[in-house]
């Protein structure tokens, strides 16, 4: 079973510059979750979709930052304009019921690097 | 609100002795509880969950965690280290089954040999 797929690994801008990331998550999984985690720190949650549905954007700096799940499969996340402050890497997770519980699988991240 | 604490940023052991990286929680009622796994340039993975039942849980990789409600802890233990466990450990927990995880702030392992 191939996991979360994420794209790109790696991107660096200048601030004021936008960037997007993108998500595949796991076959089947119909909830969806973007975190954000700054070096030193656990990921914060940012969004999360329940298929193509917004269940908890709270954390989401909405200002610059947006996402979006057409579809009910990927998802892009973007910034725009970018801050120094948002260099972190960007988790992208799905997950699904096993047993009683749902479990919260990770894609690999994109690093960013605002300079 | 909900939150975890994980009071130690940094551990070294050396590879055979046991392991125990500690966790608290603070949450009104009885959490879902997670400990992650995250390895340079890697996604985090799953060691063992908690949500109801034994208070002793087994995980992958020979990690296990048991659960106290009175002292709102959730300690990760491994009775033999290996070198390869070195890596960033994680402690999470969750409201609700497909609630958002609330995580520490992370304990980097260091394993001597």
């Known amino acids: 079973e191939a996991g979360v797929a994420q794209s790109p690994r790696y991107k660096i801008i200048e601030k004021r510059q936008s960037v997007a990331f993108w998500c595949n998550p796991i076959?089947?999984?119909?909830?969806l979750y973007w975190y954000q985690q700054i070096l030193g720190q656990g990921p914060k949650l940012l969004i999360q979709f329940q298929n193509n549905g917004v269940v908890d954007d709270s954390q989401l700096p909405k200002d610059r930052f947006s996402a979006e799940r057409l579809k009910g499969v990927d998802s892009t996340l973007k910034i725009q304009p970018a801050k120094l402050e948002d260099s972190a890497v960007y988790l992208c997770a799905s997950s699904f019921l096993r047993g009683r519980t749902y479990e919260q699988y990770f894609g690999p991240g994109t690093r960013l690097t605002v300079t | 609100a909900q939150s975890v604490t994980q009071p130690d940023i940094h551990i070294t052991v050396s590879e055979g002795a046991s392991l125990e990286l500690r966790c608290n929680y603070s949450y009104g009622a009885t959490p879902y509880l997670f400990w992650y796994v995250q390895s340079p340039g890697q996604g985090l993975q799953l060691l063992l969950k908690y949500f109801s039942g034994d208070t002793l849980v087994q995980g992958i990789k020979g990690f296990e965690a048991e659960f106290k409600r009175s002292q709102s802890s959730f300690n990760l233990r491994k009775p033999s280290v290996h070198w390869s466990d070195a890596a960033e450990y994680f402690c999470?927990?969750?409201?609700?089954?497909?609630?958002?995880?609330?995580f520490g702030t992370g304990t980097r392992l260091q394993v001597t040999l």
């Open positions: 076959s089947g999984h119909a909830t």
């Open positions: 999470a927990l969750s409201a609700g089954t497909a609630s958002k995880l609330t």
